[in-house]
């Protein structure tokens, strides 16, 4: 059994909806639906009443739900307390991001600020996690900032109060390919089928990409012939023509076509936006966020 099924739950009987629960936990509803079945596999019985309206549970879903929330906050709790164990006075600060991030717009960031309010430690972590978890590390003090895209295609669960956000960088959703099957992908005249490179269903990159395939007619062109959680390795199965991807435009390098070449329907822009949990303490936490909120 996965603690995620648990949270599943917890979300689908809040809100009512596979939809909206999909939407909170940054999954598909089809991802959302199989983990559910594969609780109640786990559980022996079926939890949930589909055939109501909001959804409810069922009478072996009341036996369970307590249970279930029980084991989720004793979960949470020990994680709180084992990260904050874990922290080092090594590092004065603690950062979380997605991993393309890390490769190159965290390093720049890290020199912009060093200098401007001077030299200080940072661990970098950029595991492979749901935005979910990434906020959660906030929470539990595992993290002091959290780093990612921001793009009207995924809404963050997040009480903007507690965990306020800047918009630090702005970048761009593109489609990638080898430079030999631009034209017979993207070009106007072409209709063929194009070997599509997706991203895993739970990663933010693959909401932004269905969102921008969804808006346009070129979706049905789109046959998945690869799929890969790290646009690096979408990126590097496009270079050996397997197919077509979209990855962040950043991430190509100097000499790649610039968003004002490719078709305005082919991309999407995006924000780099950064979190922290208000009740963070630490002073160059502070230091560093007075720094992003007066950019120079």
Request: charged share 20%; proline share 6%; with cysteine.
């Amino acid at each position: 059994m996965d603690i995620k099924w648990l949270k599943d739950l917890l979300h689908v009987v809040q809100l009512g909806s596979f939809s909206r629960a999909a939407e909170t936990r940054h999954v598909t509803q089809s991802a959302l639906s199989r983990r559910i079945q594969s609780l109640e596999i786990w559980a022996g019985s079926e939890l949930l009443d589909r055939s109501h309206h909001p959804i409810t549970l069922t009478p072996q879903g009341e036996d369970f739900i307590q249970t279930a929330r029980e084991i989720v906050a004793m979960s949470e709790e020990a994680q709180s307390r084992i990260a904050a164990s874990a922290r080092t006075a090594d590092y004065e600060v603690h950062l979380a991001c997605l991993h393309t991030l890390a490769l190159a717009f965290v390093p720049k960031l890290v020199a912009d600020l060093t200098e401007r309010i001077g030299p200080f430690g940072i661990s970098i972590t950029a595991d492979a996690r749901t935005v979910e978890e990434y906020l959660l590390s906030l929470t539990n003090g595992s993290s002091d900032m959290f780093l990612c895209y921001s793009h009207p295609s995924v809404q963050f669960d997040i009480d903007q109060e507690k965990f306020p956000s800047l918009v630090i960088g702005e970048d761009a959703m593109v489609p990638y390919c080898g430079p030999q099957d631009a034209e017979s992908y993207i070009g106007p005249a072409n209709q063929s089928e194009i070997p599509y490179l997706k991203y895993a269903d739970s990663t933010f990159m693959a909401h932004v990409v269905r969102s921008i395939i969804s808006a346009n007619d070129f979706g049905y062109r789109l046959v998945p012939k690869y799929r890969a959680s790290l646009a690096e390795s979408l990126m590097t199965a496009a270079e050996k023509r397997l197919g077509l991807c979209w990855v962040p435009h950043s991430l190509i390098g100097e000499g790649a076509p610039g968003p004002e070449m490719i078709p305005d329907e082919w991309m999407s822009p995006m924000s780099i936006r950064i979190f922290r949990s208000v009740e963070n303490d630490n002073p160059v936490v502070k230091r560093i966020w007075a720094a992003l909120s007066d950019p120079v």
